[in-house]
């Protein structure tokens, strides 16, 4: 499974079961994520990429999109 579909996969299951955002779509404009589901969001990421992410970089701008989730592993893995 590609970077993409993993990433898409946890979105999927911190969000909504059948969620299939375009790759640069808000997910916290879109309703598909919330504050609250953030930080599932990100133990899912580290649990699944094997990477720890400071408690600094849990702002939902860093996470907004598929895309911006892409970059900040490929800066961070």
């Known amino acids: 499974m590609d970077r993409r579909a993993r990433i898409l996969e946890i979105i999927r299951q911190v969000s909504k079961p059948g969620a299939n955002p375009e ?26 990429f094997g990477i720890k992410i400071p408690d600094s970089d849990l702002n939902p701008r860093k996470f907004d999109s598929i895309e911006r989730i892409e970059g900040y592993l490929e800066n961070h893995t």
């Open 23 to 48: 790759a640069d779509e808000s997910l916290f404009e879109s309703g598909l994520l919330d504050s609250f589901a953030l930080p599932d969001l990100v133990t899912a990421l580290e649990a699944s």
